[in-house]
């Protein structure tokens, strides 16, 4: 069964950084990986993505900002965060485009999320 755990979250201050992490296990092969966030009342936004071949993806409102890097070897993806403006608040989901086994299809499967919290 495919898993996708994510860590990293958590509370820091304007102007500060955080490191999110994820990592996909059980599954054949891989393709895009990338974050979207979520706060309440919204609907979920793409943040940054990253292909296999090392192309990434931002949104406007994280460039210069966030960095995102994948190890292909080990099926992770990282979100580096500088420069938190307290509008980063919010919940953080991964998401990875997987084939399970050789004989499937290409999946989207997501993150449980991991709250960011940034304090003014």
């Known amino acids: 069964q495919v898993q996708v755990v994510e860590s990293g979250g958590g509370l820091v201050q304007a102007g500060g950084s955080l490191r999110l992490s994820c990592t996909a296990s059980?599954?054949?092969?891989?393709?895009?990986m990338g974050w979207y966030r979520q706060t309440p009342g919204k609907q979920r936004e793409l943040v940054a993505d990253?292909?296999?071949?090392?192309?990434?993806n931002y949104a406007d409102f994280v460039k210069g900002r966030f960095t995102i890097s994948r190890d292909n070897a080990k099926n992770t993806v990282l979100l580096q965060m500088s420069s938190l403006k307290p509008e980063d608040t919010a919940v953080y989901y991964c998401y990875a485009r997987i084939r399970p086994n050789p004989w499937s299809e290409w999946f989207d499967y997501w993150g449980q999320g991991t709250q960011v919290t940034v304090s003014s």
């Open positions: 059980r599954i054949f092969n891989i393709n895009t």
């Open positions: 990253i292909t296999s071949g090392g192309s990434s």
